[in-house]
T-cell receptor, first 118, second 117 residues
Framework: GQQLNQSPQSMFIQEGEDVSMNCTSSSIFNTWLWYKQEPGEGPVLLIALYKAGELTSNGRLTAQFGITRKDSFLNISASIPSDVGIYFCAGQLPRRADSGAGSYQLTFGKGTKLSVIP | NAGVTQTPKFQVLKTGQSMTLQCAQDMNHEYMSWYRQDPGMGLRLIHYSVGAGITDQGEVPNGYNVSRSTTEDFPLRLLSAAPSQTSVYFC????????????????FGQGTRLTVV
């Protein structure tokens, strides 16, 4: 299957620092999504990106859809303790003419585990 | 809207037992899917459905069955539980933001934590 390389795998940062993580792939994606998962919960959608070059913010979070459509990054500014969790990227491949299912399926990165030291 | 609801939240099974994990969504989404999450493995697709009556296999389907008799419900059945199926299971539903672009977003339930002993 398709591979998404998400890095770093884990981060330990001081409260107040900025955070950056990214996902890269050898395939072109139609959509990039960023999720956060807190312990004992399901992933929650943070930011969705639909066009190459698109830059979108959600509070202290900013994400960009790479111009080549093969990568995306997520930045968190001025981190706080409640930012702790695992962040996942997910990409949607362009629709295949032969299958409606292909236009829904997402490929997920393995996650970046963020720890914030107060 | 409740979103995506999964039951139970926790389950312990003995090897060889069968059970059904329930998933329901109230957003009228066409697409529903089941993932398992294991440490260091991310989310792996088990089965998915593009609409009532239509299901297909994902990346790791062995040992699991699904059916989709209604738009709202997508249960996952473990036929004969094995310790290798100890995992956290997530159900998700998706829709197309527009028919032209086919951009999709997925919404997840809170998960079912399954232990097979």
């Amino acid at each position: 299957g398709q591979q998404l390389n998400q890095s770093p795998q884990s981060m330990f940062i001081q409260e107040g620092e900025d955070v950056s993580m990214n996902c890269t792939s050898s395939s072109i994606f139609n959509t990039w999504l960023w999720y956060k998962q807190e312990p004992g919960e399901g992933p929650v959608l943070l930011i969705a990106l639909y066009k190459a070059g698109e830059l979108t913010s959600n509070g202290r979070l900013t994400a960009q859809f790479g111009i080549t459509r093969k990568d995306s990054f997520l930045n968190i500014s001025a981190s706080i303790p409640s930012d702790v969790g695992i962040y996942f990227c997910a990409g949607q491949l362009p629709r295949r003419a032969d299958s409606g299912a292909g236009s829904y399926q997402l490929t997920f990165g393995k996650g970046t585990k963020l720890s914030v030291i107060p | 809207n409740a979103g995506v609801t999964q039951t139970p939240k926790f389950q312990v099974l003995k090897t060889g037992q069968s059970m059904t994990l329930q998933c329901a969504q109230d957003m009228n989404h066409e697409y529903m899917s089941w993932y398992r999450q294991d440490p260091g493995m991310g989310l792996r697709l088990i089965h998915y459905s593009v609409g009532a009556g239509i299901t297909d296999q994902g990346e790791v389907p062995n040992g699991y069955n699904v059916s989709r008799s209604t738009t709202e419900d997508f249960p996952l059945r473990l036929l004969s539980a094995a310790p290798s199926q100890t995992s956290v299971y997530f159900c998700a539903s998706s829709y197309h933001r527009s028919r032209r672009t086919m951009n999709t977003e997925a919404f997840f339930g809170q998960g079912t934590r399954l232990t097979v002993v």
